[in-house]
């Protein structure tokens, strides 16, 4: 036994594994530069290189849009967590239990209320690392609450989607929220309160084809993928090349999918701006103005 092999064990526990995370640094998948954790939660998860929207956390992105980062979480509905008693490789419950800690949130959205601008607002964000963002019976309450919680206080209505789709655990339950939700948003509109969509990645499936799509401003953060079945599906039925950009936020708002792109750090100022617009006008006429897309024509 040499000096080296007597001395291992101790470098070994003195350097341990847990002594590094393994989250100090992020790679860009738009310029693959390597960008440390810390410069990317200071540049709200927008790469400076190439300016790349990352996934940014609700908490963070909450505190962004909200006046002094100030807002109240309003409490989630409770709902009933496995209804079709779902399993594939590990049941439902555990898979729901492993997003809640891994995420730090109870559910795949988060509705809260505050101020933007000065005005108050409410807000439903999703949260792409609670199974996807996926849509199931406590997601469609939730928006249905952040809806009747709208139109109570008189407050515009934000959604921002980040969504694989509807929750297949939860079989055709899933699917009747994008009804659920669609109702939501038509309660608003009833009001002439305004109702703003903000589409971030990813946007597709059962979200992207129900209460997402149908904001009377729809807003994309740049890049961002948004429509309803995967490009590779697509291209395999059609059998034929897709476009180049097919799917991205660009492509949709050249085929008038969606009304404009702004830059993450312009968020809060351009919805501000949005909301006041609108509701100087419905205030001011008392018309239709809201509920009508061609009025924008
Ligand atoms: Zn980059």
Not at 10 to 38: H, T, Y
Request: with cysteine.
């Amino acid at each position: 036994m040499n000096w080296f092999t007597q001395l291992r064990p101790k470098i070994r526990s003195f350097v341990k594994k847990s002594d590094v995370p393994d989250n100090l640094w992020a790679k860009c998948p738009g310029c693959e530069q390597m960008i440390f954790s810390k410069d990317l939660d200071s540049q709200s998860y927008v790469c400076r290189y190439c300016q790349h929207h990352f996934q940014i956390p609700v908490t963070k992105r909450m505190a962004m849009l909200f006046d002094n980062a100030e807002y109240s979480v309003l409490p989630m509905p409770s709902v009933i967590s496995d209804p079709i008693h779902f399993k594939d490789q590990k049941r439902y419950v555990d898979r729901l239990k492993d997003a809640s800690a891994k995420s730090g949130s109870g559910e795949a959205i988060t509705v809260a209320k505050g101020y933007i601008n000065g005005r108050l607002c409410m807000v439903s964000c999703f949260n792409f690392s609670f199974i996807g963002g996926s849509m199931g019976i406590a997601v469609g309450e939730a928006l249905l609450m952040a809806a009747q919680e709208s139109v109570s206080l008189g407050a515009p209505y934000i959604v921002i989607p980040s969504s694989g789709g509807a929750r297949m655990q939860e079989g055709i339950l899933s699917l009747m929220q994008m009804a659920r939700s669609v109702i939501a948003v038509i309660r608003v509109k009833e009001k002439k309160i305004p109702f703003i969509s903000v589409m971030t990645h990813p946007t597709t499936g059962g979200v992207a084809a129900s209460f997402a799509a149908l904001g009377d401003i729809i807003i994309a953060e740049p890049n961002a993928i948004i429509g309803f079945t995967g490009a590779r599906v697509i291209q395999e039925t059609l059998k034929r090349p897709l476009p180049d950009g097919f799917q991205t936020a660009e492509f949709q708002k050249a085929h008038g999918f969606v009304d404009m792109i702004v830059h993450r750090t312009e968020l809060k100022s351009v919805i501000g701006n949005i909301c006041s617009i609108l509701c100087h006008e419905s205030d001011k006429s008392g018309t239709t103005f809201l509920s009508s897309p061609s009025a924008f024509a």
